[in-house]
């Protein structure tokens, strides 16, 4: 529960319900550089990506578990979802419920840093939503969306 010391890590509502509505729309088209794109501005727009914690207090690591196309970092929007997703995987309730909310646009690069330990991706909102990026797209796709304008 929330307090005043202690503030949502959970966007606004209306900011995931678009997010939800982006990533339905990459579903149904997921050819559409425009869907792709809308999602992922408004992925990379969050004020903190949540990630279930792994490892040491001193140096968590995100959840990463194992998708068709190989290991995936799991992130996630709410706290309510990594706890569902952390379930969905076979985390205990109290292992699902440690998370690590990493403010943007630091949780880019951290997160593109495991690429060298052999981690192919990053899965958001699985396994509602589960859209993913290769951890190698991040940088760049990062770079893109500050060079250029939304695609409609």
Do not use: C
């Amino acid at each position: 529960m929330d307090s005043p010391e202690m503030p949502s890590l959970n966007p606004p509502v209306e900011v995931v319900a678009d997010i939800d509505r982006k990533a339905a729309r990459l579903h149904a088209e997921p050819q559409s550089f425009a869907a792709m794109d809308g999602l992922w501005r408004a992925v990379y727009g969050l004020d903190r990506w949540i990630f279930i914690a792994r490892g040491s207090q001193d140096d968590p690591k995100p959840y990463a578990g194992e998708l068709s196309p190989g290991p995936m970092v799991f992130a996630f929007t709410t706290a309510e979802r990594a706890l569902e997703g952390g379930r969905s995987v076979g985390l205990s309730d109290e292992e699902a419920s440690l998370l690590l909310a990493v403010p943007m646009p630091g949780a880019i690069e951290w997160v593109a840093s495991f690429a060298g330990s052999g981690i192919a991706g990053i899965a958001f909102d699985v396994p509602s939503a589960g859209y993913y990026a290769p951890l190698t797209n991040l940088l760049p796709m990062r770079d893109h969306m500050t060079a250029n304008p939304p695609v409609e």
